[in-house]
């Protein structure tokens, strides 16, 4: 019986730290695209040899 008591919560906790780490990743894709609006508006990706260069650094974000 305690087995079982057991499996629900670590069950629950596994659900609640999935929930936590989905909305960190919807707030981090959110930053990413913030960030690249920013680099457009100040014409940093407008040459080509840069835009690889940025385009990682995003990526690694």
Do not use: F, Q, T
């Not at 079982?4 to 894709?29: F, G, H, P, T």
């Not at 609006?37 to 990526?59: T, W």
């Amino acid at each position: 019986m305690y087995e079982r008591s057991d499996e629900k919560s670590i069950s629950s906790v596994c659900e609640e730290e999935l929930a936590k780490a989905k909305k960190i990743m919807s707030k981090l894709e959110d930053i990413e695209i913030d960030l690249y609006e920013e680099l457009i508006k100040l014409n940093i990706l407008k040459k080509n040899s840069n835009l690889e260069i940025y385009k990682k650094i995003i990526h690694e974000i």
